[in-house]
């Protein structure tokens, strides 16, 4: 069975930083890219960034340039989107995902996690 588990959500305050955490098992992830996104309440969910599972190739949205950045630990199959100086617009559920087509678009990931929350107070 196939898992992708978020952590490392929370409360913070506007220009804190947070790191999330989302571990996959269940299968072999060695061709995915893996993916991040957040959805806000009454909003679409929408891309955060990206990065191939060798750790060589990673993509963010505009948004987040810059701030964030995504790291892998093969190892531990554990993907990490370290978020720096958030803003409250940031406050969003973010979920980990996993493709095997990659893409900026959440239909093209196969694996989702349940999400974990974070809220950016001002």
């Known amino acids: 069975q196939v898992q992708l588990v978020e952590s490392g959500g929370g409360l913070v305050q506007t220009g804190d930083s947070l790191r999330l955490s989302c571990l996959a098992s269940?299968?072999?992830?060695?061709?995915?890219?893996m993916g991040w996104f957040r959805q806000a309440p009454g909003k679409q969910r929408e891309f955060v960034g990206r990065?191939?599972?060798?750790?060589?190739?990673?993509y963010y949205a505009d948004s987040v340039k810059g701030r964030f950045a995504i790291s892998i630990d093969n190892a531990k199959n554990t993907v990490f989107l370290q978020m720096n100086s958030l803003k409250p617009e940031d406050t969003a559920g973010y979920y980990c995902?996993?493709?095997?087509?990659?893409?900026?678009?959440?239909?093209?990931?196969?694996?989702w996690g349940q999400g974990t929350h974070v809220t950016v107070s001002s």
């Open positions: 995902a996993a493709s095997f087509t990659s893409g900026l678009l959440p239909g093209q990931y196969t694996y």
């Open positions: 269940g299968r072999s992830f060695s061709t995915a890219t």
């Open positions: 990065i191939s599972w060798s750790g060589a190739r990673m």
